[in-house]
């Protein structure tokens, strides 16, 4: 379960990811949690229905370590291990954008 607070009775949620997930977060606005993790694949969660993603994203080329949501924007900022970020579209689930460092490190401030 992902949570700040000891959840009451009843009211854990498992989200079942081959690998495990390395980070999240949680979209207000559009009710959903995004996750990135180990396999290299972005899932967007309705948090009340956790059998199964309402959609995945590919194409980081090693874990991702970070994720960030811009509720305003409706974008979805990622960031991996190689060193890539890339920017997707929440609503039409697409990669906009993808930003490489070849010759320094990417740390995550998002």
């Known amino acids: 379960?992902?949570?700040?607070?000891?959840?009451?009775?009843?009211?854990?949620?498992?989200?079942k990811v081959t690998k495990g997930m390395t980070t999240f977060d949680f979209c207000q606005k559009?009710?959903?949690?995004?996750t990135g993790g180990r396999d290299q694949v972005i899932r967007i969660w309705n948090p009340f229905v956790t059998a199964q993603p309402i959609g995945t994203l590919y194409g980081q080329g090693s874990p991702v370590f970070s994720i960030k949501v811009d509720s305003i924007n409706d974008?979805?900022?990622?960031?991996?291990?190689?060193?890539?970020?890339k920017v997707w579209d929440l609503i039409e689930q697409n990669c906009l954008c993808t930003l490489i460092s070849a010759?320094?490190?990417v740390y995550s401030t998002i």
């Open 1 to 15: 379960w992902i949570s700040d607070m000891a959840p009451a009775p009843g009211d854990q949620k498992v989200f």
């Open 30 to 34: 559009n009710n959903v949690l995004v």
């Open 75 to 85: 974008r979805i900022y990622s960031v991996s291990n190689d060193n890539t970020v």
């Open 103 to 105: 010759q320094h490190k």
